[in-house]
Antibody, heavy 120, light 108 residues
Framework: QVQLVESGGGVVQPGGSLRLSCAASGFTFSNFGMHWVRRAPGKGLEWVAVISYDGSNKYYADSVKGRFTISRDMSKSTVFLQMNSLRADDSAVYYC?????????????WGRGTLVTVSS | SSELTQEPAVSVALGQTVRITCQGDIVRSYYVSWYQQKAGQAPVVVIYGKDIRPSGIPDRFSGSSSGDTASLTLTGAQAEDEADYYCNSRDSSGHHYVFGTGTKVTVL
C-alpha cells in the first residue's frame, strides 16, 4: 500500500525539541525527494523543508532555518524532522509529502499529519 | 517576490462554475500545482504540471495559467468540493517552495 505515516508529535515547552518521523511504504523511497509541510491553527499551508532523493541536498524555509534539520534513513524508508528551539508559532499539524516531477515538481502523496503543540 | 496571492474565500451554487486565482511573479517561471484540503484531512493534489489532473480527480477540475496568474476552475461544483484550496510553486531560488494564501470554497 502506497502511504506515508507520520509520528512523533506531541506537546513540548518553548525552547524544547521534538523529532518527527515519516515512514514510507509502497514505492521506491530512494527515488524521490521528501518534504515537510505544516499548517498552524487558523493558518494556511507552509512549506518547511525538503531533502533530495539521495539525501545530498536539503533546503529549509527561512522560518525554521538553523533550528530544524531534515534527514532520511534509506534502510528504514523513513524521513525525519529534528526540531530544536521550538517556539509557540511552530505549533501546527506537520505533514510529510513525497515529490514527483511532471513539467515541474509537485507533491503527489501526503501523510495524515502529526500534531505539534508548543506550550508551557 | 515569491509570494502567491489567492482570494480568501469564494462561494458557488451547486452545479455552477467558480474560478480561483493564484497571482505572483513566480507563476511566470514555474508550473503551479493545486491542492485540495478538506477539514481534518491531508491535502490532495488536484492539478499539477501543464494542467494535468491525477487519476481519480474528477474532470470538473481544470487548470490554466496566463502571465503572472494561475487559475483553478471548478465546473459544476458538487457539495463534496467544499474545501480549502492552495496553489504551490517553487520560489525564485528554485530550491524552496511557497504555498498560496489559500481559498476557502463554499458550495451553496
Amino acid at each position: 500500500q502506497v502511504q506515508l505515516v507520520e509520528s512523533g508529535g506531541g506537546v513540548v515547552q518553548p525552547g524544547g525539541s521534538l523529532r518527527l518521523s515519516c515512514a514510507a511504504s509502497g514505492f521506491t523511497f530512494s527515488n524521490f525527494g521528501m518534504h515537510w509541510v505544516r499548517r498552524a491553527p487558523g493558518k494556511g499551508l507552509e512549506w518547511v523543508a525538503v531533502i533530495s532523493y539521495d539525501g545530498s541536498n536539503k533546503y529549509y524555509a527561512d522560518s525554521v532555518k538553523g533550528r530544524f534539520t531534515i534527514s532520511r534513513d534509506m534502510s528504514k524508508s523513513t524521513v525525519f524532522l529534528q526540531m530544536n528551539s521550538l517556539r509557540a508559532d511552530d505549533s501546527a499539524v506537520y505533514y510529510c509529502a513525497k515529490d514527483n516531477w511532471n513539467y515541474d515538481w509537485y507533491f503527489d502523496l501526503w501523510g495524515r499529519g502529526t500534531l505539534v503543540t508548543v506550550s508551557s | 517576490s515569491s509570494e502567491l496571492t489567492q482570494e480568501p474565500a469564494v462561494s458557488v451554487a451547486l452545479g455552477q462554475t467558480v474560478r480561483i486565482t493564484c497571482q505572483g511573479d513566480i507563476v511566470r517561471s514555474y508550473y503551479v500545482s493545486w491542492y485540495q484540503q478538506k477539514a481534518g484531512q491531508a491535502p490532495v493534489v488536484v492539478i499539477y504540471g501543464k494542467d494535468i489532473r491525477p487519476s481519480g480527480i474528477p474532470d470538473r477540475f481544470s487548470g490554466s495559467s496566463s502571465g503572472d496568474t494561475a487559475s483553478l476552475t471548478l465546473t459544476g461544483a458538487q457539495a463534496e468540493d467544499e474545501a480549502d484550496y492552495y496553489c504551490n510553486s517553487r520560489d525564485s531560488s528554485g530550491h524552496h517552495y511557497v504555498f498560496g494564501t489559500g481559498t476557502k470554497v463554499t458550495v451553496l
